[in-house]
C-alpha cells in the first residue's frame, strides 16, 4: 500500500510555502478577491514544487499559478508565475519579483 504522505526524514518531504510567503501570496489574494478578478483559490504540493493556483470561477482551469520549485533556486530562480495554458510570465528568485506580475498597471482583465 502506498500512501501520499512522506515521513519525516525519509529523503521524500513535500515542500510547502513558509508562513511570510503565503501571507505574501495572501494579502495578493485579497486584493484581486476585492475587486472582483479571483474568486477561489487551490494549493497543490509535491516533493518537487508546491503551488498556489487562482480562478476566476471553481470550475474552471486556474487563472494563474505562483509555484515555487526549490530545484531550480539556484539556475532560474524558485519562484514563477504562470498563466493559462502554462506559459511562464515571469520567473526569480525572490517572491516579491514575482509578484510583480500582478501589478495594476500590468494586469487587464480581458473579457
Do not use: C, N
Not at 51 to 58: I, L, M, N, Q, W
Amino acid at each position: 500500500m502506498q500512501t501520499d504522505v512522506f515521513a519525516p526524514g525519509s529523503g521524500r518531504e513535500t515542500v510547502f510555502f513558509e508562513r511570510r510567503e503565503l501571507d505574501q501570496i495572501l494579502r495578493l489574494y485579497g486584493f484581486m478577491v476585492a475587486a472582483g478578478e479571483w474568486r477561489d483559490y487551490a494549493i497543490d504540493t509535491s516533493a518537487e514544487h508546491v503551488a498556489f493556483a487562482v480562478f476566476r470561477r471553481t470550475a474552471e482551469s486556474p487563472l494563474y499559478r505562483i509555484e515555487k520549485r526549490p530545484a531550480l533556486a539556484r539556475k532560474q530562480g524558485a519562484w514563477a508565475v504562470t498563466g493559462p495554458g502554462g506559459h511562464v510570465l515571469k520567473r526569480a528568485h525572490e517572491l516579491t519579483a514575482v509578484l510583480r506580475v500582478f501589478d495594476r498597471k500590468r494586469l487587464r482583465s480581458v473579457d
